[in-house]
């Protein structure tokens, strides 16, 4: 029986090897790539981190950077679960289908998680964006686009973060120990 997989281009937090997996059991780098036409703005408010979420808008004259993961089916029902995306329309997220390029110049058909509704622009926290410029960096993303990350105006949290979400198939790890019993 073949295996269905799904290409995810990922350009925030996702870029981060360890997030990924713990949100996927197995999630399989493929390589850095590049989404011309498109750039990364703060939208929206997330508790998670006490700040705006990035999402990535249309500008043809900029690119976004990120990293190209292969995932089981499996996989992108729990990403969808992190980030909220819902089949009905009313998380923050949606999947968006595009194409983008990688190191090879190969042309790739992959899916990202692209914001609903923005709104005005907004600041993330200074430690969300630093999250996700240590992906960036870890996945070898290039130093100009780096440092365009670390242009952008961020404000401290007010509270520790992040705050975590559980899995909703964290119940299969407990046992009796964890109910009081």
């Known amino acids: 029986m073949q295996k269905i997989v799904h290409h995810y281009f990922a350009y925030g937090s996702d870029m981060n090897l360890a997030q990924m997996q713990q949100r996927c059991s197995s999630p399989k780098v ?3 790539a590049r989404l011309p036409g498109y750039r990364v703005e ?3 408010y997330s508790a998670i981190w006490d700040g705006a979420q990035e999402t990535v808008i249309t500008d043809p004259k900029s690119e976004v950077w990120g990293v190209l993961y292969e995932l089981q089916f499996s996989d992108c029902e729990q990403l969808d679960f992190y980030v909220d995306a819902r089949f009905d329309g009313t998380g923050p997220y949606f999947h ?3 194409d983008v390029i990688d190191v090879e ?3 790739i058909d992959t899916r990202i998680y692209k914001k609903d509704k923005c709104g005005e622009e907004a600041s993330p926290s200074t430690e969300y964006l630093n999250f996700i410029i240590q992906g960036a960096k870890e996945q070898g993303l290039p130093e ?3 440092s365009l990350l670390q242009s952008k105006i961020t404000k401290p949290a007010t509270y520790a973060v992040p ?3 559980k899995s909703r198939f964290s ?3 407990a ?3 964890d109910c009081g019993q």
């Open 30 to 32: 493929l390589g850095i």
């Open 42 to 44: 703060f939208y929206g």
């Open 96 to 98: 968006y289908p595009l």
């Open 105 to 107: 110049q190969k042309t």
């Open 144 to 146: 100009d686009y780096i």
């Open 163 to 165: 705050i975590l979400r």
């Open 171 to 173: 119940y299969m790890a």
């Open 175 to 177: 046992t009796c120990g």
